[in-house]
């Protein structure tokens, strides 16, 4: 079964840094492609990041900003958010699909398997 457990949302300040993490199992991390994507209050869930096979991915808002990072003995994924603004402000998913796709056509579409939110709130 897999399953995917993010953590390290909370209250930032904005300007400032937040690390998210996602622990997953149940699958062979290599081959899969796993993703951030987060859903505002009242907006529509979207893509904020994948990884697969090395290669990363992003949405243009947060280029520049957020990295994604996985250790594939650990089966873990971070995504280390900078320069963190108000509209970050998101619940936040970790997501995975085995890789039949590109990882732009995951960030764009969504992926198979997701697991439990976490809440970063970013104050102005």
């Known amino acids: 079964e897999v399953q995917l457990q993010a953590s390290g949302g909370g209250l930032v300040q904005a300007g400032g840094s937040l690390s998210l993490s996602c622990e997953a199992s149940?699958?062979?991390?290599?081959?899969?492609?796993v993703g951030w994507f987060h859903q505002a209050p009242g907006k529509e869930r979207e893509g904020v990041s994948v990884?697969?096979?090395?290669?990363?991915y992003y949405a243009d808002s947060v280029k520049g900003r957020f990295t994604i990072t996985s250790d594939n003995v650990k089966n873990t994924v971070w995504l280390q958010m900078n320069s963190l603004e108000a509209e970050d402000t998101a619940v936040y998913y970790c997501?995975?699909?085995?890789?039949?796709?590109?990882?732009?056509?995951?960030?764009?579409?969504?992926?198979?398997?997701w697991g439990k939110g976490t809440l970063v709130t970013v104050s102005s």
């Open positions: 997501a995975a699909a085995y890789k039949y796709y590109s990882g732009i056509h995951y960030l764009t579409y969504g992926m198979d398997y």
């Open positions: 149940g699958f062979t991390f290599d081959d899969f492609a």
């Open positions: 990884i697969s096979d090395g290669n990363t």
